[in-house]
């Protein structure tokens, strides 16, 4: 009776599970695209379903724009509305409003995160994880002879910075307060300026995330060198612009627009999924603790890098996942360890304890 009266314990618990992961595994796998405004004139052919369409593609390349270098921009643009809605799970229509004769849309869409890495997958395309990160970002504008520089206010890559950001960028930027201490520390360090390491000065924000860039301003050029830090990296990047003036309002908004793309690359390859790895991985879980297999199991959904993952069987004790992760087994690992999961690796089919 004991045997039956456990059986059966075992088999609701298995049914909840089935349960929860049906139902929490919908938004987890998906990309939520939300607030995408569209507007048309509202006319005799006026047609609804078009601005719906265009809503989509709009909502479709916010995505992707955020999940791709931006060398890789050309090689989406001519994807069809149909492969757009291919990867469609769900849309919801937020507000839709007349005003002054136009049809006015605010527009939410759901893409299935598989079938967006298949087809980046297809396009030879390594997409990255989605963190959105604050950057403390020092812009310092050399003249050409190097005996006078721009920071605050008389710097216009500081002055506009921050005008104009596009929604799928991951960076946040925060631009640093005009300190007089500041200025003139960096005035001292001007005869070595480029091995400076301005640790005296990004130390005051207290943020892990940190970007120098040295711009020395030529008669008919810019060359720019870019120290990028954050908790483990230190990059240097080297860039010249040749016929540009930055008093010029185009060409100082093309600088800006090609320094952010430089820099967004940069976090995007830190952070880069490799689709083309997939390691298959063997969790057990005891099958007492329906919470822990249920935040384990959204927790997996939520991860950008497990391609897939499945119950590849279970018994009286223990529930066995088999994970396919797109990256090494120790990433895997120190992403367990940063969601504070105690994870015993020490024989071939691993347990969360």
Known sequence: MYYFKRLYIFFSILALIIFFFSTIAVNAKSFEINDIEISQPFEINFDKNKVIDLGFKNAFFELIYSLIKSSDFEKIDSIKLNEIKSMIETFSIKEEKFIDQK???????SFNKKKIFRYLEKKNIFPSRILK??????????????????????NPIYTNWNKTNKRYQLINYLLPSEDLEDLNLIKEKLDVIETYNFNDITKKYFLKNSIISLIFRGN????????????????????????????????????????KNLFEDTWKKLNEINTSIKVPITIKIKNNDLKKSNNFEFFL???DMVSDYSIQKFDKDFI????????????????????????????KVWMIE
């Open 220 to 259: 008919n050029e810019v060359r720019i060198l870019t120290k990028i830090y954050n908790d483990k990296n230190e990059i240097i990047k080297n860039d010249t612009f040749k016929n540009i003036n930055i008093d010029n309002e185009t060409d100082l908004n093309f600088l800006i627009d090609n320094l």
């Open 103 to 109: 049809y006015h849309l605010n527009l939410g869409v």
């Open 301 to 303: 959904n939520e991860i």
């Open 320 to 347: 066995f996942y088999e994970v396919l992760f797109n990256g090494t087994v120790q990433n895997f690992i120190n992403i367990m360890k940063n969601k504070k999961y105690n994870l015993n690796t020490q024989k």
């Open 133 to 154: 990160e604050q950057f403390l970002f020092i812009p310092i504008i050399i003249d050409e002879n190097g005996s006078n520089i721009s920071i605050f206010s008389n």
